[in-house]
């Protein structure tokens, strides 16, 4: 099992109340697999998303990820974890501004410490599997906002993650710059890499292999196999 | 590593305004002390050269009873023999000796005349065949001593410029006859220092050495001195170093060779090497005593400067949250985080060192043309003002970047 969440709970402390924002989540992703997480905003969806990106702490139960428990790593090991076993795809792309497209590529392999030449060999080569070979020099600011994206998702897929993780990808993108983001999506999990993704968009979910849908930090889905039903009994008496 | 360097100028290059800002404490601190501490060199230099080398790196080793210089009556002093050939030649074997020269001597000598002419308060030495050259001193006019001199026991003498000017004052002294003691001795030359040095009197030999040169001074073959004075009398001797720092090895080892002659245990005197090495360094003691306190100013700069650059690191952070948030969240570990805003940071303070260096430079120069006070650039202090602007850096960066490096990735993700 690539991703597995076990009666996930993650409370905020917020001054004397504690809101909890996500209770009992159970998901299973299986290698290949390509999710969608729907839900309306402030329904809990990216704090789902933070936890299985290992950038948070689940408050209560198990994250296993590759088959490893990770719920008790420090806080090296989820910095080695998310270098290289999860690619991340922001919403707002989250590229550095004084960076060119290239360098920002190279960030990753550079934290891995993989050589300056082979560093840029393979940014290059990142580049042009979606389509930015003419776009190495140009800083984020030359370029468009799907480019951009598409600059993020080299920078996500760098080091072969096993799992790619995105936030609303295509939410700050007009519907033509989406779809070509879709497309690379697409490309990818048909490469055979797992892919998570953030949407509010039923349209953008519908190309992902199976959804499930959060509200009120309850996740369900029609997918038995992807969302195990939830038995109350059982936890109660347990 | 280098990937960080580069970064860093990056960032401070982009911020250049502000980076000088900052550097500006550093800047300061460091020129102010590089400057002082320039000053000091000078001085000290100054000293060493003046006082120890006077320009010859001579070592003076005369012969003391007690506390005091050893005064000739008529009597020799019992118990002592002559410094013999074989010692002489383990002295000028000595690794780091140039020449030594041993030489009888009476000071405040007031029985020299030329006719009516008297010299006064003059000192006498009877030399052997080294003393000009191991004190640096030049016949200008007429001829020195010769070996015949000394095997045939001449009756010769050299003046230098003042006993010659108060002795004959309106004639040519080559050739003429001076008496001393009433023997007569015929003038053949007179001498001088190689190079004219300034009085700089700083100590009670200097005066001395000075006050000899305004009373005059004759030298004669030391093998005539027994026609003077007696026979086997002791004798002193200086030594030339070939250079300052060894003056106090030789000395002491040539003092040791010269004991020897003294053949009583329990006797009072004493072969002594003048350690002016020792002197002047308690001389540059309190010349840097005095400045040491500038320095702990300058430091107050310096720390000033280091509170400014922890600041401006603090502003840095905080405006950088979402870099750092991304960057963690691609992988990075807190340690690099730290590693780069370290870098950062004392990149930063070490540029306003090398800038201060500079400054500094300059500035001690400016106050040596307005106050005379020379200048020595001291390499270790540069190198250490670099080392210790990059611990400031280090130092007062370490905060901001324990700061960056514990900012939760999400909430740095987060921030706007």
Same mark, same amino acid.
Do not use: M
């Given at each position: 099992m690539i991703l597995e969440m076990k009666d996930v709970y993650k409370d905020f402390p917020q001054g004397d109340f504690t809101v909890? &924002? #996500?209770?009992?989540i159970n998901i299973r992703v299986k290698e290949g697999d390509y999710v969608a997480i729907m839900g309306?905003? +402030?329904?809990g969806k990216t704090t789902m998303m933070n936890l299985i990106g290992c950038l948070d702490n689940v408050t209560k139960g198990t994250l296993i990820l590759d088959d490893e428990? &990770?719920?008790?790593?420090t806080d090296n090991q989820l910095s080695d974890l998310r270098l290289n076993k999860i690619g991340f795809v922001f919403q707002n792309h $989250? #590229? #550095? +501004?004084?960076? @060119?497209a290239l360098k920002n590529v190279c960030m990753p392999l550079a934290f891995a410490g993989v050589p300056k030449k082979e560093q840029i060999e393979r940014a290059t080569e990142a580049l042009k599997r979606v389509g930015l070979e003419d776009r190495l020099d140009f800083k984020p600011n030359q370029l468009s906002g799907g480019q951009k994206q598409r600059v993020a998702i080299a920078r996500a897929m760098i080091n072969r993650p096993r799992l790619l993780l995105a936030d $609303?990808? @295509? +939410?700050? #993108?007009?519907s033509a710059s989406g779809k070509s983001v879709m497309e690379l999506f697409q490309k990818l999990n048909d490469e055979g890499t797992t892919i998570v993704m953030i949407t509010h968009d039923a349209d953008i979910a519908s190309k992902a292999k199976r959804r499930a849908i959060m509200k009120d930090g309850i996740l369900s889905s029609e997918d038995a196999d992807l969302v195990p039903p939830y038995k109350e009994e059982a936890k109660d008496a347990g | 590593m280098r990937e960080n360097l580069v970064e860093a100028l990056q960032e401070i290059w982009s911020h250049k305004m502000r980076s000088f800002l900052t550097m500006l404490g550093v800047i300061i601190g460091i020129a102010s002390i590089i400057a002082i501490v320039s000053t000091i060199k000078g001085t000290n230099d100054r000293i060493m050269k003046d006082l %120890?080398?006077?320009?010859n790196n001579n070592v003076s080793i005369k012969l003391y009873q007690g506390e005091w210089e050893y005064y000739f009556d008529t009597e020799v002093p019992p118990d002592i023999a002559p410094v013999s050939e074989e010692q002489e030649k383990r002295i000028r074997e000595t690794?780091? %000796?140039?020449d030594a020269t041993f030489y009888n001597l009476r000071t405040y000598v007031n029985n020299i005349t030329a006719g009516t002419k008297n010299l006064s308060g003059a000192t006498l030495y009877g030399v052997d065949d080294h003393f000009l050259n191991t004190c640096c001193? %030049? %016949?200008?006019k007429g001829r020195s001593f010769v070996d015949l001199d000394y095997t045939n026991c001449n009756k010769v003498a050299l003046l230098d410029s003042t006993a010659a000017d108060i002795l004959f004052p309106d004639k040519n002294p080559i050739g003429q006859t001076i008496e001393i003691g009433s023997e007569p001795f015929i003038v053949v030359g007179l001498y001088q220092q190689k190079t004219e040095f300034e009085p700089n009197i700083q100590s009670l030999t200097d005066y001395e050495t000075y006050f000899q040169e305004a009373y005059g001074t004759v030298l004669i073959p030391d093998a005539t001195w027994p026609i003077i004075y007696s026979f086997d009398e002791p004798q002193n001797a200086f030594i030339r170093a070939d250079?300052?720092?060894?003056m106090s090895e030789i000395g002491k080892s040539s003092q040791t060779i010269m004991q020897?002659?003294?053949?009583?245990?329990?006797?009072e005197l004493k072969y002594t090497a003048q350690d002016l090495v020792e002197e002047a360094k308690q001389q540059q003691q309190l010349a840097n005593s005095t400045n040491s306190l500038l320095i702990w100013v300058a430091s107050i700069a310096l720390l000033v400067g280091g509170i400014g650059v922890m600041n401006i690191m603090l502003v840095s952070v905080t405006e950088r949250t979402r870099e750092i948030g991304l960057k963690r969240s691609l992988g990075a570990r807190k340690k690099r985080i730290l590693a780069q805003f370290l870098t950062e940071s004392a990149v930063l303070t070490s540029l306003g060192g090398v800038l201060g260096i500079v400054v500094g430079i300059v500035m001690a120069v400016i106050i040596s043309k307005i106050s005379g006070v020379p200048v020595g650039i001291s390499v270790p202090s540069i190198v250490i003002s670099v080392a210790f602007s990059m611990v400031i850096g280090i130092v007062f960066g370490l905060l901001p970047s324990i700061k960056a490096a514990n900012l939760s990735p999400i909430d740095a993700l987060r921030r706007e």
């Open positions: 909890n &924002v #996500l209770k009992h309306p905003s +402030g329904s428990d &990770v719920s008790s790593y $989250e #590229l #550095l +501004g004084q960076k @060119t $609303e990808p @295509t +939410g700050a #993108l007009d | %120890v080398g006077r320009g690794e780091h %000796v140039e001193y %030049v %016949v200008y250079e300052t720092v060894n020897e002659c003294i053949s009583a245990k329990e006797s």
